[in-house]
């Protein structure tokens, strides 16, 4: 599989990004985002951190975070990007 050749303002131009208040939301293509949001359990007392996929303003896929770990998984993201030439 060969490799395309993307500079970093072609893939700026493409990804769309909203943030503020505890919510971000990446333009995937195809009318699908991910979205970044801090919510709140009432059931457990607790804040979470939800990756959700959505289209059409429903969230289709939802993934919860502890918030310790954001932090850890942004920089493995980086790494694996980098170690993968992503």
Known sequence: ???KNIS??????KT???SGD???E???GGGWYMTISLAHSDRFEK??????KERGGVKRTRFNLNP???RMLGETLIKFADD???
């Not at 970093?8 to 131009?13: A, C, D, P, Q």
């Not at 804040?47 to 959700?52: F, G, N, S, T, W």
């Open 1 to 3: 599989m060969a490799k």
């Open 8 to 13: 970093e303002e072609n893939i700026e131009e």
């Open 16 to 18: 769309e990004e909203k």
């Open 22 to 24: 505890g919510y971000a």
């Open 26 to 28: 990446i333009k995937m």
């Open 47 to 52: 804040e979470y951190i939800e990756l959700a």
């Open 68 to 70: 310790a770990h954001v």
């Open 84 to 86: 993968n030439g992503l």
